[in-house]
């Protein structure tokens, strides 16, 4: 816990350059869709990456913001909150205009559960 203490600074930059590898990734044309084969049912991969992408982003976050007690102020939950749902929907929207992409409804619950476990997670460990 010592180490998220005294790299607040290192914290914040990783959550703004997570930010930035997020909106180049989601907005790139023609993304390859990644699927594993078990017992003849084909699964998404991707909903695992998107999940993965916006839990890891909560995770900064909280590193980011939080005190010695592993505490962040309600207010800078809400606003992450409304933040990264904002975020996570306007790049799936997007797609939508972008060549080989589309809108995907799961791909967005995959992102909100990412933020949502991402918060709460880290929490329950720690307690």
Excluded: C
């Amino acid at each position: 816990m010592e180490f998220v203490l005294k790299n607040k600074k290192l914290f914040a930059l990783a959550f703004w350059i997570w930010i930035a590898v997020i909106l180049y990734f989601t907005l790139i044309p023609n993304s390859p869709k990644l699927n594993i084969d078990i017992k003849n049912q084909s699964f998404r991969l991707d909903y695992i990456l998107h999940f993965l992408v916006y839990f890891s982003l909560a995770i900064l976050y909280l590193f980011w913001k939080a005190d010695k007690y592993f505490k962040v102020k309600s207010k800078h939950l809400v606003y992450f909150l409304i933040g990264a749902l904002i975020l996570s929907g306007i790049s799936e929207y997007a797609q939508t205009y972008i060549p080989g992409r589309t809108f995907n409804p799961i791909d967005f619950y995959s992102n909100i559960a990412g933020i949502v476990i991402g918060i709460i997670a880290p929490k329950l460990v720690l307690k």
